[in-house]
T-cell receptor, first 116, second 111 residues
Framework: DTEVTQTPKHLVMGMTNKKSLKCEQH?????MYWYKQKAKKPPELMFV???????INESVPSRFSPECPNSSLLNLHLHALQPEDSALYLC???????????????FGPGTRLTVL | TQLLEQSPQFLSIQEGENLTVYCNSS?????LQWYRQEPGEGPVLLVT?????EVKKLKRLTFQFGDARKDSSLHITAAQPGDTGLYLC???????????FGKGTHLIIQP
C-alpha cells in the first residue's frame, strides 16, 4: 500500500459546527503533516507529527486542533471556523527521521473544505 | 526562513515545444522535490534530488540539482497536453521538517 487516504473528499460546514478531517497511511511512515492550500497558491505547512508527537505548529489558530491517535492515523478537528478557512486541506506522510532517509513526502488527495 | 523562488509562474506553449522551470534559493537544502498537481487533487511526487549536481530523468522530464544544493531545474522535452498542470518545487532541511514550496508554475500545453 503506497497511498495516503483522506476523508471526506468534500466538506461544507457552518461557522458554529464541529467537524473532523481524517488521514490514514499504511506505509510505515513515522512523520505526518497537515498542509492548507488556497486556490492558485502552493501548500502551506500547518502541523508536523513525528513519532506520534506534535513537533511543529506553524502558529495555527486554536480552532484547528490536530490529533495523532497512532502511527497510521492523523486527524484535524475543526471548530468555529471562519469563511477564510475555506481551502484544500492536504495530509502527507514521510519516512523522515528514520535511517537518514530523505524527507520525501507523499500527499493524500485532500479535503475540499467550504465554511459558510 | 528558507525561501524558494520558482519561475516562470505561468507558461503556455504549443505541443512539441521544450521548456524549463527554475527553482532558486539562497539556502542549502538537504533534498529538493518536484511535484505535479492537478486541480482539486493532492500533489504527486515526481522526483527527489539529494546530491549536488545530480541529474535524474523521468521519460521526457529531466531534473537537475545545483552543485551547491541551492537550486534546481525541470526541463520538459517535446511537451504534451498531458503535461498540463501545476508544477511545484519543494525543499526541506533535515529530519521531519515540513516542505518549503516555491510558488509553483502553472503550465498549459496547447494541442
Amino acid at each position: 500500500d503506497t497511498e495516503v487516504t483522506q476523508t471526506p473528499k468534500h466538506l461544507v460546514m457552518g461557522m458554529t459546527n464541529k467537524k473532523s478531517l481524517k488521514c490514514e497511511q499504511h506505509m510505515g511512515h513515522r512523520a505526518m503533516y497537515w498542509y492548507k492550500q488556497k486556490a492558485k497558491k502552493p501548500p502551506e505547512l500547518m502541523f508536523v507529527y513525528s513519532y506520534e508527537k506534535l513537533s511543529i505548529n506553524e502558529s495555527v489558530p486554536s480552532r484547528f486542533s490536530p490529533e495523532c491517535p497512532n502511527s497510521s492515523l492523523l486527524n484535524l478537528h475543526l471548530h468555529a471556523l471562519q469563511p477564510e478557512d475555506s481551502a484544500l486541506y492536504l495530509c502527507a506522510s514521510s519516512l523522515a527521521g528514520t535511517s537518514g532517509a530523505p524527507n520525501e513526502q507523499f500527499f493524500g488527495p485532500g479535503t475540499r473544505l467550504t465554511v459558510l | 526562513t528558507q525561501l524558494l523562488e520558482q519561475s516562470p509562474q505561468f507558461l503556455s506553449i504549443q505541443e512539441g515545444e521544450n521548456l524549463t522551470v527554475y527553482c532558486n534559493s539562497s539556502s542549502v537544502f538537504s533534498s529538493l522535490q518536484w511535484y505535479r498537481q492537478e486541480p482539486g487533487e493532492g500533489p504527486v511526487l515526481l522526483v527527489t534530488v539529494v546530491t549536488g549536481g545530480e541529474v535524474k530523468k523521468l521519460k521526457r522530464l529531466t531534473f537537475q540539482f545545483g552543485d551547491a544544493r541551492k537550486d534546481s531545474s525541470l526541463h520538459i522535452t517535446a511537451a504534451q497536453p498531458g503535461d498540463t498542470g501545476l508544477y511545484l518545487c519543494a525543499g526541506v532541511g533535515g529530519g521531519a521538517d515540513g516542505l518549503t514550496f516555491g510558488k509553483g508554475t502553472h503550465l498549459i500545453i496547447q494541442p
